[in-house]
């Protein structure tokens, strides 16, 4: 099955800087990769997602990117701010109603 | 539009005794899903539904969980009997369109 390992586990910024998680993935048939945003208390919320026809997608300050030779993606936050601070899990699927396999997570601190 | 409603919040009870989570979708959701969390972890799929049919069990411990998923609707998880491992919080999603996962705030599940 799918296996997806997420680096770092935790992430110190200042406020403004950017923030970069990566993730890698195992199974090559897998072609949709959400990201999730999940506050305490509550559940994982999706911020953005790409499939693997698009190698980088851009939504304000969050934008993805994809490399499918290298089975790796990554998370960009710029200019975070202290309401980016969660804990940010990426995701791999072979879409559809596949199953979504999520990483393990990286808990991104902002400091203002 | 109202949000995916788990209850209860929290449930703390000792090894051996059984539980049972309840999620209410959001309205014409057809596909839902149980994840389980454990602390530090990213999200694990239990099972899906589509509609009252079950998609994908294949990580469901069968010999103590069960799930059902009445006029394809709401849902109920049972855990019978609880082992200390199951400490975890119970996350319930639904979907219309399958990439768009709305997850619930959950259930913190301790067992003692």
């Known amino acids: 099955g799918e296996n997806v390992e997420q680096h770092p586990s935790t992430l110190s910024v200042q406020e403004g800087d950017s923030a970069v998680i990566k993730c890698t993935y195992s199974d090559s048939a897998s072609n949709y990769f959400p990201w999730y945003k999940q506050e305490l208390g509550k559940g994982p919320q999706l911020i953005i997602d790409?499939?693997?026809?698009?190698g980088e997608k851009k939504d304000q300050r969050i934008a993805v990117t994809l490399n499918k030779t290298a089975k790796h993606f990554s998370l960009h936050i710029t200019e975070t701010q202290p309401e980016d601070s969660a804990v940010y899990f990426c995701?791999?699927?072979?879409?559809?109603?596949?199953?979504?396999?999520f990483g393990t997570g990286t808990k991104l601190q902002v400091i203002p | 539009e109202a949000g995916v409603a788990q209850s209860p919040r929290y449930k703390i009870i000792e090894k051996r005794q059984s539980v049972a989570f309840w999620c209410n979708p959001i309205s014409g959701h057809a596909t839902l899903y149980w994840y389980q969390q454990i602390l530090g972890q990213g999200p694990k799929l239990l099972i899906q539904f589509q509609n009252n049919g079950v998609v994908d069990d294949s990580q469901l411990p069968k010999d103590r969980f069960s799930a059902e998923r009445l006029k394809g609707v709401d849902s109920t998880l049972k855990i019978q009997p609880a082992k200390l491992e199951d400490s975890a919080v119970y996350l319930c999603?639904?979907?219309?369109?399958?990439?768009?996962?709305?997850f619930g705030s959950g259930t913190r599940l301790t067992v003692v």
């Open positions: 995701a791999a699927s072979t879409g559809g109603y596949q199953k979504v396999t």
């Open positions: 999603a639904s979907s219309l369109e399958w990439r768009f996962y709305t």
């Open positions: 790409i499939r693997s026809n698009v």
